[in-house]
């Protein structure tokens, strides 16, 4: 069922234009820093297991969305939308990482998505004012819009 439910978000058909060139995964950056999965390897496994391998690893969470894959992709496969999907299945599945859930929680807290407290000091000795306010109620109802209130209690 959950396989159904991405193929309604995203097009399978779209994948099979990849002739495995590898130019998003030479470009990519989250490629260059950490063994992420890779876009080449994402439409691999979705094309020729399940999705469902995708979804499982935490290697998803990696990809930082740049679009850059996208950009060198010479068949315009939007690679970006397919691990937005894939996150969302991730997400919807109970799948998400404890830095992300950590993030999300500190977000609905504070409105901010890291702890900036020491941050003032140092605006302060480049000659910055301090950050201003962020309206904490505005930022859980869009949380709570996207249905992340499911995910993660805050």
């Not at 030479?26 to 992420?36: D, F, I, N, R, W």
């Not at 397919?82 to 609905?108: C, F, K, Q, S, T």
Request: charge should be negative.
């Amino acid at each position: 069922m959950i396989g159904m439910k991405l193929w309604q978000h995203f097009s399978r058909e779209a994948l099979y234009e990849c002739y495995q060139c590898a130019r998003c995964t030479g470009s990519c950056p989250a490629m260059e820093v950490s063994p992420a999965i890779g876009p080449r390897e994402t439409i691999l496994k979705c094309l020729n297991h399940d999705h469902e391998d995708v979804v499982k690893d935490e290697r998803l969470w990696l990809c930082c969305t740049c679009h850059v894959c996208e950009d060198r992709c010479p068949q315009k496969i939007p690679i970006s939308e397919l691990l937005v999907a894939l996150r969302n299945h991730a997400v919807r599945r109970g799948n998400v990482p404890d830095r992300l859930i950590m993030a999300i929680e500190l977000l609905a807290k504070t409105g901010r998505s890291m702890i900036v407290h020491q941050l003032d000091d140092m605006r302060a000795y480049h000659g910055l004012g301090p950050l201003p306010p962020v309206p904490v109620d505005e930022v859980r109802d869009i949380l709570k819009a996207t249905g992340l209130d499911e995910v993660v209690e805050f």
